[in-house]
């Protein structure tokens, strides 16, 4: 009888397999390739698209210390020196360490939620085309010889028009805007996926911590990478209309520039660290079959880190000359943020302490990440006091310095990850021999190359120089450095070699090989294209650990979700914080959607670079096109219901609550755009306090009071209204007119700072107040066309953040343009 119930078991695993897959599955061929929306899918593209981008900028470091491995090398000139050494910068901060752990968290984190996709599938994909699109567009301008040159940073007023007359700033521009497009639209589509879309009884405080870290990595994001963005809009408008932000003689300033990057850049170091950390939290105590020690502290760690991370800008700018007052506040703020960092390292120091470690291949390279991290970590200590950093900075130590943080603690966790996780992606165990020869290789080759460049930097070589004269000291140093360089990527590629033995060659590895209780390994490896077949109910942190029959039962559909209907993708959404059951999402299938909108979107870029404004219009229109049907097709004109969802429960559909996945993501981008917005009206209030003659005394004030007059009596009409109808779409035509009208009545954005900051304000409001407009039109045609999510679900909300957004950022932008001329 036991025989006879496995064998029904298995028959019923099977069919609910070819029954899911028919629905989950990416149909074959180039077209079914080129729609597929599926995360695991994208997940491994994006990471072997950004390590092909690593294995790229690995090549230009290997140039770059061909040429400094002697005094007076002529291997490469200045000129192609200089595009060396941005494209790498470039290339590793950009196009390889941020896309690398997004690839990883797109393909795992629905694994160890228990769900079955993200909350956006077609934006995920959106992002992968983009970040494609954009990187590809800074490899052709290093094909063309005409790669960006101005350092990764991209500095004004070196990159601007007259020292850089060329389209190789504007590659960078272009491209690092558009890479992070991508960037903004996952970090949405993760956070959401975080919060809602979790298994059944997984609270907050039962997340696995590498969700934890993912999570304030993303909202990180969200409010980092706004001021970049912001910073290349503005540069690009200077370049391109001569509108001056950071020219000095017009009322600019060019430390604007650094403020911007800056803001985005030092939290751009912990955005890279988080995730790896994640990686570690969670290997470390499967290493040491015990759980980790103090889960509660790390988590409060990791919210302090992600906190103090905004207040260490000025870290990288002592030497620029700023106030006293304010280099003391940032040299402790930047000494500050090493307590929650040493609470995680304690935390895994304890968490070995405490069990017993077995020394596996992904536990080596835990060690080489501890020992390297820790060391960078004590040099960030040292240049965070003042005094030291006026002599260490923009040498040879920084780059140590930096190397070892970003190194140490990105890429060494990620080869953990990468040999931890690889039988889940193939289904294969490694070989140990040669993973093994590949890390003495990458530790010592790297040591040998970084160590060396401290003591270079401490005897003077500047960074970012071409060559150097013989007889001051350096010679040997960078020889041994170079040497170093290239025994790392002989380790790199023995590492490759080995992944791709273990693709083909290696056995079958059994299903959770490392007896981890995570809901990853519940599932088959590799993971079919639904991930698993039921939805589990989660107790505790570690399921598996608790339930070794887990995988067996999910797989014969006896969690919930089991049976398919309807040929809905579906997953469950659940109560952010306990966990609850909430509804039912219904996720989008396979779309040419979202390539023909990154097209679209490149189309736009790739016009701009060309200097063609004008015909820019048309991939604008193309966007709100594409945008509304992208839209369009989701939803339901039929009333569900609570639908059975097994174990005896039921629950609505998401278009008919008001809390839909869509509203989150709705907010969440809304503090993306809010973050820029924040920092426009900071760069205005910094060129208010520091350029001379602000503002002239040219700006017209009397349309003040019939301006926001008119603001004001717009949005108590909008709150006013009982629907997004009529209204909202009146509101919208009010706000662009407004706008335009003060638009007009500002002087001219060529002759001052003041007249340039004053449009992009105008520029920026009267934008949203046209997404508004689109917005309302929308919502009141759905509404007319039947659709339940117009009627009854979260549609109607979200049209009113938007027409709300637009409204607050009017009445902002115009208080802002208006109040320097009134306090003059």
């Not at 099977?14 to 599926?38: D, M, Y």
């Not at 301008?141 to 940073?153: K, N, Q, Y």
């Amino acid at each position: 009888m036991g025989a006879l119930s496995g064998g029904r078991s298995t028959v019923k695993a099977l069919r609910l397999h070819r029954a899911f897959e028919a629905i989950w599955g990416t149909p074959a061929g180039w077209r079914g390739s080129l729609a597929t929306v599926n995360h695991s899918t994208l997940g491994v593209r994006l990471m072997v698209t950004a390590f092909v981008f690593f294995l790229i900028g690995g090549v230009l470091a290997m140039l770059i210390r061909a040429q400094l491995a002697t005094p007076g090398s002529a291997f490469v000139g200045p000129e192609i020196y200089n595009q060396l050494f941005t494209m790498h910068g470039s290339i590793m901060m950009f196009l390889f360490a941020i896309p690398m752990f997004e690839g990883f968290a797109i393909y795992m984190l629905p694994k160890m939620l228990g769900a079955r996709d993200l909350a956006f599938p077609r934006m995920t994909a959106y992002g992968w085309w983009c970040y494609l699109f954009g990187g590809s567009m800074l490899l052709v301008s290093m094909l063309l010889g005409i790669a960006p040159d101005a350092g990764w940073f991209l500095y004004t007023p070196l990159s601007s028009k007259p020292y850089s007359p060329g389209i190789n700033s504007d590659f960078w521009l272009l491209g690092i805007t558009f890479v992070e497009i991508s960037a903004i639209v996952t970090a949405v589509d993760i956070i959401v996926s975080i919060l809602k879309l979790r298994a059944p009884g997984m609270s907050l405080d039962r997340m696995p911590l590498f969700a934890w870290y993912m999570l304030v990595t993303a909202a990180m994001m969200l409010i980092g990478f706004p001021p970049l963005i912001l910073g290349s809009i503005l540069l690009e408008l200077e370049r391109a209309f001569g509108w001056p932000f950071f020219e000095a003689a017009r009322g600019g300033d060019s430390l604007l520039w650094q403020h911007l990057f800056w803001l985005f850049g030092h939290p751009e170091v912990y955005i890279i660290f988080l995730p790896a950390a994640g990686a570690v939290s969670t290997i470390i105590p499967v290493m040491a079959r015990t759980p980790i020690l103090g889960y509660g502290w790390i988590v409060a760690a990791i919210l302090a880190l992600g906190f103090l991370s905004f207040g260490l800008w000025v870290h990288h700018m002592f030497t620029v000359g700023i106030p006293h007052l304010a280099l003391a506040f940032f040299s402790a703020a930047s000494t500050l943020v090493a307590v929650p960092t040493g609470v995680q390292i304690f935390a895994w120091l304890g968490t070995l302490w405490a069990g017993r470690p077995q020394m596996h291949l992904p536990m080596l390279y835990l060690i080489g990440f501890l020992v390297t991290f820790v060391l960078g970590g004590l040099t960030g200590v040292m240049v965070a006091m003042v005094p030291f950093d006026w002599q260490a900075h923009d040498t040879a130590f920084i780059t140590a310095h930096l190397h070892y943080v970003l190194v140490g603690g990105f890429v060494f966790p990620m080869l953990a990850a990468a040999y931890y996780w690889l039988s889940h992606f193939t289904g294969r165990r490694y070989s140990y021999t040669l993973g093994k020869a590949a890390f003495w290789l990458i530790f010592i080759g790297f040591h040998l190359t970084f160590f060396l460049m401290h003591l270079t930097g401490l005897l003077g070589q500047p960074r970012r120089i071409d060559t150097y004269p013989e007889g001051v000291g350096w010679t040997l140093y960078n020889l041994l450095s170079s040497v170093g360089a290239f025994v790392m990527a002989t380790g790199i590629a023995l590492f490759i070699i080995d992944v791709l033995l273990q693709l083909f060659h290696a056995p079958r590895a059994p299903r959770n090989p490392w007896r981890a209780g995570t809901l990853e390994w519940a599932m088959m490896q590799p993971p079919p294209s639904y991930n698993i077949a039921s939805l589990p109910q989660v107790h505790d942190r570690e399921p598996l650990e608790t339930a070794p029959d887990l995988a067996l039962s999910l797989a014969r559909g006896e969690g919930y979700l089991a049976l398919p209907r309807n040929g809905w993708r579906e997953t469950l959404a659940v109560d952010t914080k306990s966990g609850r059951i909430d509804h039912i999402v219904v996720l989008p299938g396979n779309s040419l959607l979202p390539l023909g909108t990154a097209l679209v979107t490149g189309s736009f870029f790739l016009l701009v670079l060309l200097k063609l404004y004008p015909w820019t219009l048309l991939p604008l229109a193309g966007l709100v096109v594409l945008g509304w049907r992208w839209a369009w097709v989701l939803g339901d004109k039929h009333a569900h219901g609570e639908l059975p969802i097994g174990r005896g429960d039921h629950a609505p559909i998401h278009a008919e609550v008001r809390d839909s996945p869509g509203w989150w993501g709705s907010v969440f981008l809304s503090i993306a755009d809010g973050s820029l917005f924040a920092a426009l009206i900071f760069g205005h209030a910094y060129l208010w306090t520091v350029a001379p003659n602000w503002p002239p005394p040219a700006l017209v004030t009397a349309s003040l009071p019939v301006v926001i007059a008119g603001l004001l009596g717009a949005a108590l009409a909008a709150r006013r209204s009982s629907g997004v109808t009529v209204t909202g779409a009146g509101l919208g035509l009010l706000l662009t007119a407004l706008l335009l009208t003060a638009f007009r009545l500002a002087p001219s954005p060529t002759s001052h700072a003041y007249g340039a900051v004053v449009a992009v304000l105008l520029a920026y409001a009267a934008l949203h107040a046209a997404l508004a407009l689109v917005i309302c039109c929308f919502a009141r045609a759905r509404r007319r066309a039947g659709y339940i999510a117009a009627i009854n679900g979260a549609e109607p909300r979200i049209a009113r953040l938007w027409t709300d957004y637009a409204v607050a950022a009017g009445a902002i932008a115009l208080a802002c343009t208006h109040l320097p001329a009134l306090l003059s």
